[in-house]
C-alpha cells in the first residue's frame, strides 16, 4: 500500500478548545497505517540525494520499535531501493510487530550490541563506498528538517497562533520552525526525560537568520521516559478516542494531547489563540500493548 498523502485532513478538536481558544489537529497518521507521518516527510530529501547519488540501498538505526525503522524500510522500497535496520540489542521471538512489518518491506536486520549501537560512526565506517546511503537514527539532520517543513504547506495553516508537535530528536521541530510565520509559536513536548540539550539540538538544524518563528520545548509530559505508558495514559488515550474519534500512540501523540489539555486548564495560552496540533502517526507502535487495550487499532 502506498503512501497517501490526499489522506491527510484536519480535525476540529471541540474538547481541545476552551473559553475563544480553538484547536485543530493536522492528521498526518492518515498518510498510511503503518509508516508515521512524520517520518515520510522527514526522509523525503534523504531518499532523493540517495536516488540522485545513485546509492543502491538505505541503512539506518533504530530500536525494535522504531516509526522511524519501518518507514525507512517502506520508504527505501518504495523507491526501489534495499535497506537494512541496525537494531538494538538481541534478537528478539517473536519479533516486535515493527521489525515485522520492517522485514515485510524487505528490510535487512542486523542487530547489535548496545555499546555498538552508540558507536554509530564505526559502523558506519564498516560499509564505506559500497553504494550504502545512511541516515541516522531517527531521520536526524538539516534534510529531515526540510522535509519537515513540507508538513506546513499541506493545508493553509496561516491563521493558528500556535503550532504544537510531539518531540524526539527535534528534526521535525526544527522544519515547522523554519516553515512557520514568523508571528507563529512553536511548541514542542518532549517525550524524553531530561533531555535537556534538545533545544541546542534544534537550533543546530536551523539557519542563522533573522525573522525565524520562535519555539519553546516542554519537558514536563513524558510519563516517567520514552515509551512509559502508564495507566494514567492509557486512560487518557481511552477518553480522547471516545470525546473526539481521535487515535493516538503511547509513545508520541498521546503525550502531545495530554499536554495540551494541561496546558489549556493552566491558562498557557493567551485568549483567543488558535492551536493547530501535529498527529506525526506513530499509531503502528500501539501493536505492542495486549490486545483489547485501547478501542482503537
Ligand atoms: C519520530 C516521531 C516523532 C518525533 O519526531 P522528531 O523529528 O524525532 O522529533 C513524533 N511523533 C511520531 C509519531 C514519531 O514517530
Known sequence: MYAK??????????????????????????????????????????????????????????????????????????????????????????????????????????YVSRETFRNTEAIMATTANNGIYWVREGGFGTLGAKGASDILSVTDTSSYSHIICAVGTGTMLAGLVQAALPHQQLVGISVLKNHFGLEQEVRSLLPQKEGLASFTIEQDFHFGGYAKHPQNLIRFMQETWVQE??????????????????????????????????HSGGLQGNASLPSGTLPFS
Open 5 to 110: 498523502l490526499q489522506n491527510i485532513k484536519v480535525q476540529p478538536l471541540p474538547h481541545f478548545s476552551v473559553g475563544d481558544t480553538q484547536t485543530d489537529i493536522l492528521r498526518l497518521d492518515l498518510v498510511h497505517p503503518v509508516v508515521s507521518g512524520n517520518k515520510w516527510y522527514k526522509l523525503k530529501y534523504y531518499l532523493a540525494e540517495a536516488l540522485a547519488g545513485n546509492y543502491h540501498s538505505l541503512a539506518s538505526f533504530g530500536g525494535a520499535y522504531s516509526n522511524h525503522i519501518v518507514a525507512t524500510a517502506f520508504a527505501a522500497r518504495e523507491a526501489g531501493l534495499a535497506s537494512t535496520g541496525y537494531i538494538r540489542g538481541e534478537e528478539t521471538s517473536p519479533l516486535s510487530p515493527t521489525l515485522g512489518n520492517a522485514m515485510e518491506y524487505g528490510m535487512k536486520l542486523e
Open 245 to 278: 474519534r481521535l487515535p493516538t500512540d503511547i509513545v508520541y501523540t498521546s503525550k502531545l494531547l495530554f499536554a495540551v489539555k494541561h496546558l489549556l486548564a493552566h491558562q498557557y495560552f493567551p485568549a483567543g489563540s488558535r492551536l493547530l496540533l501535529i
